[in-house]
């Protein structure tokens, strides 16, 4: 269907060039003005069904803008505007159609809203500076038959850049919603870039109303049939390099055309290109900057879940091994004492099976939150050791201070309330003698000694392993 309807819209325009598109072209107009605005609502359609949505909003964005620039020339036609504003207006909107592209061609995958924020406004200067370029020619045509000329090779560069980089950041999608969306988008831009070009190059004297205006339909009915089709983009595995270098290397597009073009017209609009260097490298640097922070943030988000525990929050095995080993050299150095604590839940498996287990899950978490409220210093470190135990290292402590810890834990477990019923733990102790040369393996395996006992000896009790730390 969607194939029939964009025929029936090149035969109907061809129909009313046939018979006459009447004053000034004003029927072909019609269907100039139409074809942008259907691809535009094709796109804000796919929009609302496609995650890549943000992108299928600006191209429909671009579509109005340059739809907007041909209504102009229409009431330009009709004799409706203004002959000092209207063409500048028109030409104003047709630079401006590029805005969008180039902003969304920049734009990394995800990104902060300040970030894009900042990204757009450095776009929209973009799009000014050229507008002042081009404006620079228009208005020398009549006296400089060079001008005409480079105003053509500006809209191809402009064309060829969006052209080329839409295909680049094809190529180097890995997610497949946005891979879809540069395919279309790169291959509209072909498409527009080679129309554009042969209609710039070969027919600019002709008038509107001719039959090369169903060229200019076919890069919007184009896209509008690819956005409604929705067809999975062909398979296609990037290369790592590629996807990294494009995704760093992308921002920096404003930011260097902007540089470029305000090169361009500094000889005419000195102030402007000033303005837009120092735009590029404020705007640049700002966005370097909050990238850089938002990295840091993520690095430490990931650094800390390394070292905690997902399901209760406390220190994972991987932590719990770094700190002991820390803390035994310390104490080793310092010759502070440096107790070890190994608690186990009683039954666990026995309240998994008959609970099951996300009850289970919630016992672990509200056992390692009871641990946690009563481990008070600073020093002292939480971990689950694995399954239902727990650990924590005392550091800088008498033996008398870890056996009072442990004791203190297991009552503060055989007061929780869960809706299941009681809990309770077994607590093994360890203690290293300031004098002692024992290794951090010796240790555990002293806590897991004591810890066993009293597991045998009825268990909800704390044992300390006296006869083993007595040879230290």
Not at 250 to 278: E, K, N, Q, W, Y
Request: proline content about 3%; aromatic content about 8%; hydrophobic content about 55%.
């Amino acid at each position: 269907m969607p194939v029939v309807l964009i025929l029936l819209f090149i035969v109907c325009h061809a129909l009313v060039l046939a018979i006459g598109s009447g004053p000034a072209g004003v029927g072909s107009f019609i269907f100039l003005v139409a074809a942008p605005l259907l691809a535009a609502c094709c796109c804000v359609w796919r929009a609302r069904h496609d995650r890549a949505a943000l992108g299928w909003y600006t191209i429909a964005l671009a579509m109005l803008l340059w739809s907007g620039g041909m209504a102009l020339n229409l009431a330009d036609a009709l004799g409706a505007g203004r002959a000092d504003i209207t063409p500048r207006a028109s030409l104003l909107l047709y630079v401006l159609y590029a805005v969008p592209l180039v902003f969304i061609l920049a734009r990394p995958r995800r990104e902060r809203a300040i970030i894009s924020l900042i990204e757009a406004a450095m776009a929209a200067l973009l799009g000014v500076l050229f507008f002042v370029h081009t404006s620079f020619f228009a208005d020398r045509i009549d006296v400089d038959e060079q001008a005409m000329r480079n105003m053509r090779y500006m809209f191809d560069v402009q064309n060829l850049c969006i052209a080329s980089f839409a295909t680049v950041r094809w190529l180097a999608s890995d997610v497949p919603e946005w891979r879809s969306f540069f395919r279309v988008l790169a291959l509209y831009a072909l498409a527009y870039l080679l129309i554009a070009g042969y209609i710039n190059h070969f027919t600019s004297e002709d008038s509107f109303g001719a039959y090369n205006d169903l060229l200019i339909d076919l890069p919007f009915l184009l896209l509008a049939w690819l956005a409604v089709r929705r067809a999975s983009a062909p398979v296609l595995v990037p290369n790592p390099r590629l996807v990294r270098l494009v995704q760093a290397g992308g921002p920096m597009i404003v930011a260097l055309l902007l540089l470029v073009v305000g090169t361009l017209v500094v000889d005419h609009a000195r102030t402007l290109a000033f303005a837009s260097f120092v735009v590029a490298t404020i705007g640049f640097s700002l966005r370097s900057t909050l990238l850089q922070i938002g990295l840091l943030e993520h690095q430490a988000a990931l650094d800390q879940l390394a070292r905690q525990d997902g399901l209760t929050g406390v220190a994972n095995r991987r932590q719990f091994d770094a700190v002991l080993q820390t803390e035994a050299s310390r104490a080793y150095r310092s010759g502070a004492g440096l107790g070890l604590l190994l608690a186990d839940i009683d039954h666990f498996k026995a309240f998994n099976d008959a609970h099951g287990h996300p009850a289970g899950d919630r016992c672990l978490q509200a056992v390692a939150a009871a641990l946690q409220a009563n481990v008070r210093r600073a020093g002292d470190c939480l971990a689950r050791y694995g399954g239902e135990e727990f650990a924590v290292i005392v550091p800088d402590c008498g033996r008398e201070d870890a056996v009072a810890l442990a004791e203190k834990l297991r009552l503060g477990i055989e007061t929780l309330a869960l809706p299941e019923g009681a809990v309770s733990i077994s607590v093994g102790v360890a203690f290293l003698r300031p004098s002692a040369m024992a290794t951090t393996t010796q240790l555990l395996d002293d806590a897991d000694s004591a810890l066993y006992e009293a597991k045998r000896a009825g268990r909800n009790r704390v044992s300390v392993r006296d006869d083993v730390v007595a040879g230290f």
